[in-house]
């Protein structure tokens, strides 16, 4: 550890990758205003930390965000620095095929929730003032003549819409294969899908911008911003009736030390605290914690949420089943 004046500086650094390949960071849309809500949470959230642990044990630490989009984690050196990084994956199994992976000693998780990570986000609904054709849940968005827009399923984010869809489609059906299957192709006959590459027939901004389709599927958190950019008199949000719950995992991937790692411990820790809860949600993110859920419940309706793990089995079974080459959704895609 190096000492500077008499003070231990630690540098954290908090690594966060894309939806390629199925776990990172939630994507945001390209639209400007709400290009990368995730940073400016972690931004808040970071300042947050350093805040409190200045007063709790009168040392600096420095928290920086280390974006990658190759799922790789990156390398980061200062000299006379004890480092330490957090890796946050959407699939845990990711975190340990890295080189530096070093599982955590600690148990900072709560065990009396279904979810692992501090806040989630889910699917939802993103419809125009007044909700013209009454589109409440899943069902209503095989009826002839919606024009539903959604990232392709082919791109980095796009997956979780697909993946939403088939909970619904298999929770509604008992866990039939088949049926499930017919409704996530009927459902996307009615999609028009994005280009993989952003900023080329985004669907975000083809339904805001070019005022096309009557629904868009997003991300909670983003379609919030949306409607606080654009107005309530223009853009409304109707919550389905069940949904995915997308959250992270979060372990240290690299380590400086023994006390980098204690501070990286202890910034896990106090993700779960009601001060980073109520951060959280006011980023729009849903809280875990029941009494910032309630404090706001206008704003984050009750749904049904399930996780990839109790759903599907994992993200390696995602991959094969769905996404591979020649697999379901190739197969819809041809049809």
Excluded at 208 to 223: F, P, Q, T, V, Y
Excluded at 308 to 320: A, L, P, S, T
């Amino acid at each position: 550890m190096t000492f500077i004046n008499s003070r231990l500086v630690v540098s954290l650094f908090i690594f966060m990758v894309s939806l390629g390949a199925a776990y990172g960071m939630l994507q945001p849309l390209t639209h400007d205003s709400v290009r990368d809500p995730s940073q400016k949470l972690h931004a808040q959230l970071n300042d947050a930390f350093a805040k409190y642990w200045k007063e709790r044990t009168g040392t600096d630490v420095s928290i920086r965000q280390a974006r990658n989009k190759s799922g790789k984690t990156v390398d980061a050196t200062v000299d006379g620095l004890d480092i330490t990084a957090l890796d946050l994956s959407y699939d845990g199994n990711t975190q340990g095929k890295k080189a530096r992976f070093i599982p955590p000693e600690w148990k900072p998780l709560p065990q009396n929730s279904p979810y692992a990570s501090p806040y989630v986000s889910t699917i939802v609904f993103l419809v125009r003032k007044g909700n013209p054709k009454g589109l409440r849940d899943w069902d209503d968005l095989l009826r002839p003549g919606v024009e539903i827009l959604a990232s392709n399923p082919e791109s980095e984010d796009g997956r979780w819409s697909y993946l939403a869809a088939w909970v619904y489609a298999l929770k509604q059906s008992d866990g039939d294969e088949a049926v499930a299957g017919e409704f996530v192709k009927n459902l996307f006959a009615n999609v028009k899908l994005s280009d993989s590459e952003p900023g080329k027939g985004d669907a975000m901004i083809s339904f805001i911008e070019g005022d096309i389709g009557d629904l868009l599927l997003a991300w909670e958190n983003e379609a919030h911003l949306l409607v606080r950019e654009k107005g309530p008199d223009k853009l409304e949000i109707v919550v389905p009736s069940m949904s995915i719950a997308a959250e992270r995992s979060i372990s240290v991937t690299a380590s400086g030390g023994r006390g980098a790692r204690d501070v990286a411990a202890a910034y896990i820790d106090y993700l779960y605290t009601p001060l980073t809860q109520d951060i959280a949600a006011r980023h729009y993110y849903r809280p875990r914690d029941p009494l910032t859920n309630a404090k706001y419940g206008a704003q984050f309706p009750p749904l049904a949420l399930f996780t990839i793990d109790e759903v599907f089995g994992g993200w390696r079974k995602v991959e094969q089943i769905h996404f591979a080459k020649g697999r379901f959704f190739e197969q819809i895609q041809s049809n």
